[in-house]
């Protein structure tokens, strides 16, 4: 098994992509890494809206993860 290199980087969010994220990258091929859901917070569980809304998250499906191309 090899080891993962963890790297910083930032995304651009939102409807017009005009919100930065700082973000860690876990690099599974150099095309590939993986960051922790940024809609969740990487816990997979929605609970942030009004009562009645919590339920897995839907950006990442309840994994905490999102895969993003490099």
Known sequence: MTKRA???AIVYRGFARNTECEVFLDRITPEIASIDCIECGGLGWWDFGPPGTEGPC???KGTGK???SC
Request: charged letters at 20%; glycine letters at 0%.
């Open 6 to 8: 963890r790297a910083s």
């Open 58 to 60: 839907v950006e990442c």
């Open 66 to 68: 999102v895969f993003v």
